[in-house]
Structures are given as C-alpha cells and as structure tokens.
C-alpha cells in the first residue's frame, strides 16, 4: 500500500474532484476536502473556497441528504463567490421541498345552509381566522419563494415559477374567501340574507382545493421516493456492506415467497407452506441480527407475517432456575413474538455439553418445538437462531426435533469482512457521525484492524465501530488548538494511534541477560534472525522459505523454559509474525475433560485463547495416558488439526522431559512433522545458580556475604537439586524470611542498620534444612 500520496496542486485537484462529482455523485476523500476548506480559509482565497464548499455539498448532500450543514456551506459558497451559479441553483433545488406542508393549515370545516343562525355565525367566524392566518404570512413566503428563484434558466427555475403561481393563486382565493364571508356573517346576523355569499364562499373553496392538489402534486413523488426508501428492506440490504452471497440467497427467498404470493391471489393451491424458519450463523460483529430484523420487514411486507417485529432472547430469558420456570418462560416470550418473529442469539447456548439434572437448556428447546409445532401458536410466528457456524451445526445435529424444523435451503451463513469491506463500515461509521478519515488515520487504523483480527472472537463489523467510537473520543478529549470546522470533523492518524508504552528493555536484551542457557539463546537468536530475513524477503516481494516456528522444550523443572517462551513470543511479535505476542501456559488439565466430545471443545477453546500468540504445553507428554479410555489422543488430534487451519496464527512449545518428549511426538507423525526445532535446556551448574541466587536477591536489594557464598557453593555442588532455577529463587525467599525471624527476634531492632540488607550463612542454612527436610 502506497503509505504517501504525491500532492496534486489545487487546480489540478478541483478539476478531479468535479469530475468524481460528475460520475459517482459524491467524493470519496471527504477529509481532504475539508482539510482544503481549512486551508483556504486561512488564505482567504473566497473563489477556490466557493468552489471547494459547493463541492463538499453536493458529495455530502449524496450521502446525507440535504442537511443543516449541507446547507450552511452552500449559503458560505455564496458569500465567498456572490457568481457561484451553482452553489445557488444547489440551494434553490432543496430550499423548495421544505415548502410541502404550507397549506396544512388551512383546512376548513363544514358548512351547510342547512345549520341554524348560531352555528352559522361560529362557522363563519373560524373561515375569517384561518384566513387571515394563512394570508399573514403566505405573502412573506411568496417573496421568500421569489428571492430563491434561481435565473439560470434551469428545471428548479420552472419549479419555483410553477410553486410562486400556485401560492398566488392561493393567496386571491383565500382574500375572495376572507371577503365572501365576512358578507356571509353580515347577511347571517342581518334580518335578510341571501344565497349569494355562500354560493361564493363555495367556490372559493372549491378552488382552494384544486390550487392544494396541485400544490400536493408537486411534492408526490419526493415524499414517495423517500417513503419507499423508510419502508424497503430489501434496499437497506443491499446498502449493507459486503455480504454479496447473503444479498443473494435473501434476494432468491424474497422472489421466492412473492411467487408464492401470487399464486395464492391466482387462487392455486399450496399444501406445504414455505418455512420461514431460519438459522443465521456466522462470527460476531458479521450482521446477523441486522439481518434478522430485515427478515423480519421483509416477511411483513410480503404478508406472510401481521407484524414486523422481532422479538430478541438468549439463554437468559428463556432457561428457568427451577422446574416449570423454563416453560413459563419460553411460552411467554413466544407469546409475545405472535405474528411476528422470535430471534435467539447463541442459540447453541441453550443446550450446555454435559449439563447437569438443574439445567433446563433441553426443556427450553423442547417447549420451543412444541409450540412451533402445535396448534395453539404453530405457524403463527417465525423463530430465527443463530451462532458460531461449528456451535450452531453441533446444537441442531444434537436436537433432531429442532433440526427438522429448519429446512436447508434457510441455512444462510455471513462470511467474515474482508479487510477492504471492515474499512468501508470504518467510513460509514465516521459519516453517520459527521467525521472524515484522513489517509494516515485510515492507514493506522488498517494497522489496529490488523492487530485486533487474530482469531474467531474478532468483532468484525462490531469491533470496527468501536475503534471509530474510540477515536473520536479521543479527539473530543484533547485539548483544542485549532478551533475551526475541521477540529470537529476530521479524525486523523492520532486519533486512532494507541498509548502503548514500550517496554523498557527489549526481549533479547532480556534473553541475552538469562543466566546460562549459552546454547538456547544462540539458538533462538539464529533463528530470530532467520524470521526477520523471511520477513524482510517477503516485504521486498521475494520468495520467502517457509518457516517453522513450533518448537520443542526439552530438560528438567525450572531451567527456565517458561521464561524463554514468553521472550520468544515476544520476539515473534516483533518480528511482525505474531500479532498478540502472548503467552498461555497450559497443561493436560486445561484440555483433558471427561466424557466424548469435550475434550475437542476444550482443546479448541484454549488454542482459540492463544492465537496471536504461543501455547505452551508444560509436561506435553501427560497428554499421552496410561489408559485405553484416555482422552488424550482427542487432544493430540485435535491439536494437530487446528495448528494446520491456523498456520502462523498460532506457535505452539511443547515441553517436558527428553526421553517422554520423543514418545508423545512418536504418538501422531502429523505432531512430529509439525516440529523441526528442538531447543534442551541443561541443568544449571553450581555457579549458574549461585549467579541466579544473587541477581534474584539483588532484585530487592538484598546482599550476601562471602561466607555466605562460599557455604553455599560447597553445600550446592554435594546437593542433589538437578540444576532447578526455581530451587535457587525459592532458596533466597526462604531465606530472607529466616534473616527476618533472626533479626526481629532480638530484643532491640532501633540498632539495626546495614544488618537488614545482608544475607548470612546462617540464614541460609536455616533455609536449606527447611527446604531439604
């Protein structure tokens, strides 16, 4: 992606921006427009300005409508350009639409020569109101209607003539009513009264009503289109982004149920209805319940449903803390959704794997099949799931009295966006706002779209307006500098930068500063390097080796395995390989569960929580169990298949001893395959550990004297302790605690002084006899 745009003049880029006017109806770049509004503004040049704000308009008024602000810059055009035919005849061509509901008041009542004296008189008396109402400020909207006229000859220009004709007649038809009645009310109180005035106030009237029909006529076909616009689903569908294959299968269902449609008007007999029944799945933030509630306008429209509403509910609404509770409940959301629709999100939820006797997720599904399927409320309502695409499979081949009521041809599965689609919802979620990206925001914000899409959990659209949200928080929570326009309007690459603060060392400085280790941090550097040129190669558009990055621990306890693959995660990340660069340490019990199916869903779970990151699996080989029954193998299967869908997304450590480690990757020869790089980590020598003893005390300012030391070099090479790390940083806790009791059992402690940052022999032979007892 091109990361700096060369910088057009001004001339050339208003020359472009009227032509993209010319052939899509709006601009797309709208920051840069108001970035140019900005800077003309200062520069005070009015023309180029004019020019730019009636641009910014009519791209805006595409997109919005003719708005407040569409209008404001139109009206600035005009001051800074009083020449600007276009800026006016834009105004003129919305100004008048507003004008639709000016004859709303002037509605008269009955009257018949029939009524008596009295009723009469008050009859006339409200003619004389409401016409001199209306007449008071009619002529104020006839000059108004004048003064906008455009005079360049144009449609609108025939438009305002016509509408100016129309008010005028309206004006000399209500003062001739004005006039009639009051000589209707004189004659009517008089001692004679004739015919006359009241013939005459009919025709007024008459005439009246034929100026407001045509007045009517003249805005028909605008409030049409956007009343059509309000009520069709099928349009707000296809304004969605992406979704094309959805589009699609709804546009076939929708064609679908108005052939059915006609063929009932035909008087053709259909025995078997088309369920209306659906299951929607898909990952979050993809637009399913957007999508139900479209479905649910659509079956209203089409008349297959009395209402378009769409009742939503969960597992928490539907499933009861007792018996009966789970029915009451099911029936009363049912119940409301009658002639309508019942939308349950998750609906997998409803039915946990191995729910106890105190679950009543089967009960909730069963009232719900027997009230879909009886003759109380079946066929009175449509029930809509939906859920995770392998959650919601699973759940319907569990329950076969539900599977049956969805047919196949209503499965409609909502694909992840794609990177360019998330970024036009961004867009749209900035202009439903009134904000504008700029190039750099848009590129950082790709990044942080990046960052965040690691796994299935990724909120799509969802995630992608709460990154919108957050920005413009951002912005609005910033001291102001510039208080123009653009301040309120555009969000730019800072707004959407995170306030990460880098860690103060980095992690191969962190690496190279363990303690022993020599061959590992060799190892793992070389192969760093050898990511980082892959990497590199691959940037440059050059083939790249295939890495392989899961990688084998092997050696005792506490040698420091865990700590080398938080740094090697970190690492990868770094390197831009991993996005997350994390660490989830696990062991058999976190995948390992016990009944059939289970332990997949566990496994698949705790790998859906490293991926971005590394898993790693401590005492790997206890995956392999002693028993034929052993769910083990289910982990090591499942672990193979979702390290293959998952490809770089996931790196995975296996650790333990060697001689077990080499039996678990005997086990499966797709586990084997996937680890090339094995990594030992030898015992520590006695030096090793006396160095991890002190930098670990020295961590809290703590030192120990050469007695100490020697004692603790003779003690640790006759010491069976296998080079444990951990052995050596549990050592200098213990002892610290036993410095404590010996210094605070003394009868003063005012004295002590330099005694609280030593460590002595004592104290830690007090410790070892703990410690090894």
């Known amino acids: 992606m091109e990361q700096h745009k060369k910088q057009i003049p001004l001339d050339e880029q208003l020359l472009l921006w009227e032509e993209e006017i010319r052939s899509k109806g709006f601009i797309r770049d709208e920051a840069a427009l108001i970035t140019a509004i900005k800077v003309l503004t200062k520069s005070q040049e009015q023309k180029k300005l004019s020019q730019v704000l009636t641009l910014a308009a009519q791209s805006r008024a595409k997109r919005n409508g003719f708005d407040s602000v569409v209008l404001e810059w139109l009206k600035s055009a005009v001051e800074q350009d009083s020449k600007n035919i276009k800026a006016k005849s834009l105004v003129a061509a919305n100004q008048w639409k507003d004008k639709g509901n000016l004859f709303d008041g002037l509605v008269y009542p009955r009257i018949r020569e029939t009524d008596n004296r009295a009723l009469k008189k008050k009859t006339a008396e409200q003619y004389i109101a409401i016409s001199q109402q209306f007449l008071s400020h009619a002529e104020e909207m006839l000059d108004e209607l004048k003064d906008q006229t455009p005079g360049d000859g144009s449609d609108f220009t025939g438009k305002f003539d016509k509408l100016t004709h129309l008010l005028e007649q309206a004006i000399e038809e209500t003062a001739a009513l004005l006039k009639a009645t009051k000589l209707y009310e004189e004659s009517v109180t008089g001692v004679f009264h004739t015919a006359i005035h009241f013939e005459e106030m009919k025709k007024r009237l008459h005439n009246l009503d034929e100026v407001k029909l045509q007045w009517e006529e003249e805005f028909a076909a605008e409030m049409e289109n956007q009343n059509q616009s309000e009520r069709d689903p099928l349009a707000e569908l296809h304004q969605m982004v992406g979704l094309e294959s959805v589009k699609e299968r709804v546009n076939d269902f929708y064609r679908f149920l108005k052939y059915q449609q006609k063929r009932k008007e035909l008087g053709l007999q259909t025995k078997d209805d088309q369920s209306l029944n659906m299951v929607l799945t898909g ?21 297959v449903l009395p209402r378009e509403e769409i009742i939503e509910a969960d597992r928490s609404q539907l499933v009861g803390a007792y018996v009966g509770q789970t029915e009451e409940n099911v029936r009363k959301t049912v119940e409301q959704a009658l002639g309508g629709v019942l939308f349950i999100d998750e609906a997998y939820s409803l039915k946990r794997e191995g729910q106890t006797g105190n679950d009543y997720g089967q009960t909730a599904i069963d009232t719900l099949v027997s009230l ?38 209503n499965f409609i599965h909502l694909p992840d966006y794609t990177e360019d689609e ?30 965040e899409r690691v796994d299935d959990t990724f909120g799509n659209a969802r995630t992608v307006r709460n990154l919108v949200m957050e920005a413009i928080f951002k912005k609005g929570s910033r001291k102001i ?59 440059k558009g050059l083939p790249a080796v295939p890495i392989q990055l899961h990688s084998v621990f092997t050696g005792n306890p506490g040698t420091g395995k865990t700590t080398v693959a938080k740094i090697y995660a970190e690492l990868l990340k770094d390197c831009g390989m991993l996005k997350r660069g994390h660490l989830i340490t696990s062991s058999r019990a976190d995948f390992v569960a016990g009944y059939v199916g289970q332990t997949a869903i566990k496994t698949k779970k705790k790998i859906r929580e490293a991926l971005g990151g590394v898993l790693f ?6 995956l392999l169990g002693q028993s034929s029954g052993d769910f083990g193998k289910e982990v090591i299967d499942t672990l193979v298949d979702e390290m293959t869908r998952h490809n770089e997304n996931l790196v995975v450590i296996l650790a333990g001893y060697p001689a077990e480690m080499d039996m678990l990757l005997e086990s499966n020869p797709g586990l084997r395959s996937r680890f090339k790089k094995f990594f030992h980590f030898p015992d520590y020598r006695v030096d090793e550990l006396l160095l991890i003893i002190r930098n670990y005390a020295g961590k809290y300012q703590y030192k120990i004297n050469d007695q100490a030391i020697e004692f603790l070099s003779e003690k640790l090479s006759d010491t069976e302790i296998k080079g444990n790390g951990r052995f050596a940083t549990n050592l200098v806790d213990e002892t610290i605690q036993s410095q404590a009791y010996r210094l605070m059992g003394g009868e003063s402690v005012e004295n002590l002084d330099q005694d609280v940052i030593y460590l002595e022999k004592q104290d830690f032979e007090a410790a070892l006899t703990k410690i090894l007892s």
């Open 283 to 303: 990952n979050p933030g993809t637009g399913k319940t957007s999508l139900a509630r479209l479905l649910a306008k659509i079956y209203h429209q089409l008349g």
């Open 372 to 409: 879909m399927t009886g003759s109380e409320y079946g066929g009175k309502f449509a029930v809509i799931l939906a859920g995770y695409p392998e959650e919601m499979r699973q759940f319907l081949d569990g329950n076969p009295g539900l599977r049956s009521r969805f047919p196949q041809s």
């Open 422 to 451: 998330l970024m036009e919802i961004a867009e749209q979620a900035a202009r439903d706002n009134d904000y504008a990206m700029t190039e750099p925001a848009k590129l950082e914000l790709r990044e942080r779209i990046e960052k």
């Open 481 to 539: 500098e510039d208080d123009d326009f653009s301040t309120y309007t555009l969000l730019e690459k800072a707004d959407f930068e995170t306030s990460s603060k880098p860690s103060a060392e980095k992690p191969l400085d962190r690496l190279q500063a363990l303690v022993g280790l020599d061959t590992v941090k060799s190892e793992v550097t070389s192969l760093i390097s050898f990511v980082r040129m892959q990497h590199l190669r691959k940037e």
């Open 617 to 622: 699996i401590d005492e790997a080989y206890s």
